[in-house]
Nanobody, 123 residues
Framework: QVQLVESGGGLVQAGGSLRLSCAAS????????MGWFRQAPGKGREFVAG???????TYADSVKGRFTISRRNVERTVYLQMNNLKPEDTSVYYC?????????????????WGPGTQVTVSS
């Protein structure tokens, strides 16, 4: 049974930083692309960042230069370092896993999802 569990969310002031973690189990972690998505109230779930099984990264334009995705296969964990946070970054953040097929930016390509962690940025 595949499980993805996010942690590290919370309340932070604008300009602050948070690091999200996603621990994976039940899958061959090193063979999967990993992604972070977010969903704000009343909005659709949007791509934030992705890292391929080989380490290549992709970012949404809205977070480029502020967020960094990384993975540590030995720990079966993917991270999202978020710096210079803005109120518009407030969302529930979800970790997801996909096989090597399909685009990292495509929500529909991801087979497994975590329950999400809330990030709130105050102005």
């Amino acid at each position: 049974q595949v499980q993805l569990v996010e942690s590290g969310g919370g309340l932070v002031q604008a300009g602050g930083s948070l690091r999200l973690s996603c621990a994976a189990s039940g899958l061959t972690f090193g063979s999967y692309d990993m992604g972070w998505f977010r969903q704000a109230p009343g909005k659709g779930r949007e791509f934030v960042a992705g890292v391929s099984s080989t380490g290549g990264t992709t970012y949404a334009d809205s977070v480029k230069g502020r967020f960094t995705i990384s993975r540590r296969n030995v720990e079966r964990t993917v991270y999202l370092q978020m710096n210079n946070l803005k109120p518009e970054d407030t969302s529930v953040y979800y970790c997801a896993a996909k096989t090597i097929y399909g685009l990292k930016t495509d929500r529909g390509a991801y087979a497994y999802w975590g329950p999400g962690t809330q990030v709130t940025v105050s102005s």
